[in-house]
């Protein structure tokens, strides 16, 4: 740990060299491969600050400097920063699962305006207020600083934040200090197994957020998930199900996962503010990218992030029951240098389900397009998919080929607009392709 002689000399803290000054504290992550530590050796010779903290020794290290064991990394940093940016009188609400977090969480912002309560939101979508975005990070979860900088700095002034707690984030303690009020947990099925390697080390992850529920805090889980449900509920006490919500919903609840998103955030809402909510449903919307469906003639186009076996499942089944009378048309594609094992689990998915599909790119950052979308292929049974590398040219190709009473799916993109190739952001947007077809088409 550092010194109150040290911490009382800092004016501000970050981990990234470009952003710090000489009156600054900066931690330093150094790489455990000789390129990593060589990019620090010299990264280190020009960079501004009043104290660097690193995880290991390095012949370069200045005298002001202090190599900090890796379990007091997150303790450190939460010094300074509750110092410097000192967390705001906040509830917080913390919304974790392999799907549907973002959807939750932006319902979640939505039902607390509605309740006459100010809030934040943190995730994918960036750090948003109510319809409306602040700022845009990049990430699911900033790292701790960034998060607390956020929370200091857009958090004053507001009743509650509520924010995705991916399990990477629970796992480096990109959280670390942070205690909250209530949690969801909507769902858990195969992803990021490129990082955790096995499903229990996944879930085990995830609940970490139990660590950081406070003692009166509940954790809602949908009704519908009754077996995440059982091993939630013998795990802790604080574990409950998100009543179920009998009205009738917009088109956008239709599926039934949705409605699952909804009725969490509601209960989280109702028991962390303690009130009775009474809301028209049709005045919500949907997050961009998540169930974007928008109608042409007698069809629909959808546009939706489903990026897992289970995601696609859910929207694709939810699409077949929403709209019997009408063909299903999917387009969609895998991220390279991820999980290759969910590729042929997506295909059998949409081989189940599926009329026609399209498969394409989606982020194929360095690795071939073909085996990617080869590793798909291996999981149709019954379908044979048309493989179109360029996403572009794919979506022209399905919106000519649409006919009477079809609904066309593109997945996995969502609210993205770029597709990543060998280290460049590509601009793409599956929602421009979908308004600028209807531009293009109206009667």
Known sequence: MLSEKILSQI???????????????????????????????QRIKTAKFKWLVVNAA???????????????????????????????LLKMIGITGTNGKTTTTDLVLQLGHFAGKKGISIGTLGVREYQKQILDFGLTSPCLIDLRKFLHIFGNGKDFCVMEASSHALLQERLFGIEFDGCGWLSFSQDHLDYHKTMESYFEAKALLFKQLRLEGKLFVPHSQKDLLKKLTSISDRTTVAPELQENLP?????QFNRDNLEVAHALIESVFRVKLEVDFNDLTSP??????RSFKSNFLVVDFAHTPD??????????????????????????DRD????????????EFADEVYVTSDNPRSEDPERIMGDIVKGFRRLTPRKIVDRREAVKIAFLEIHEKEVLLLAGKGHEDYILINGIKYPYSDIKEVDDFLIRNQP
């Open 311 to 336: 995601a696609l499942l859910n929207i694709c089944r939810g699409i077949k029951k929403s709209f019997p009378d009408h063909k299903l048309k999917v387009l969609f594609g895998c991220g390279g």
């Open 251 to 255: 088109l956008f609840f239709s599926t």
């Open 58 to 88: 390095h012949s370069s290290l200045p005298e002001n400097s202090t190599v900090l064991d890796e379990s007091d990394w997150p303790k450190t940093q939460k010094a300074v920063l509750d110092k410097i940016y000192p967390l705001p």
């Open 11 to 41: 004016k501000d803290i970050h981990w990234k060299v470009e952003d710090c000054q000489e009156t600054d504290l900066l931690f330093y992550r150094i790489g455990d491969n000789e390129k990593a530590r060589q990019t620090f050796g």
């Open 340 to 351: 290759r094992t969910k590729r042929p689990l997506m295909g059998a998915v949409v081989d």
């Open 288 to 293: 961009e990218g998540r169930f974007y469906i």
